[in-house]
């Protein structure tokens, strides 16, 4: 093994066993511990698109604003997954991801007509 995967294993060591500190302790506290999951990172992703188009509110500026650019950054990042993702997602993460594009896409090609 070389010296540079054996830096990535322990480096992947050490991260599990913190995660694994940190869901333990979250749990002796009674506060939640919040493991990603692929329908909260798509959510997540499409989330910040609506962001984007102006459709919600930027939850940091309590603004409205409007980068057209970065909507479709997201969604094209939304349909990198969903190639990249093909015959791996169970028909949840799938259906998600789908109606996900779907939504996004028609509320760009509506706001880019306005």
Known sequence: MS?????????????????????????????????????IFISSLSMQAMIAMGKLQNPVTNKTEKNMGQAKYLIDTLGILKEKTKGNLDKDEESILEDSLFNLRMAYVEEKEK
Request: hydrophobic share 15%; glycine share 2%; charged share 50%.
């Open 3 to 39: 010296s540079k995967e054996e830096i990535r294993k322990k480096v992947d060591e050490n991260w599990k066993k913190q995660v694994e500190k940190e869901k333990t302790e979250s749990q002796g506290k009674n506060s939640a511990y919040y493991e990603p999951t692929f329908k």
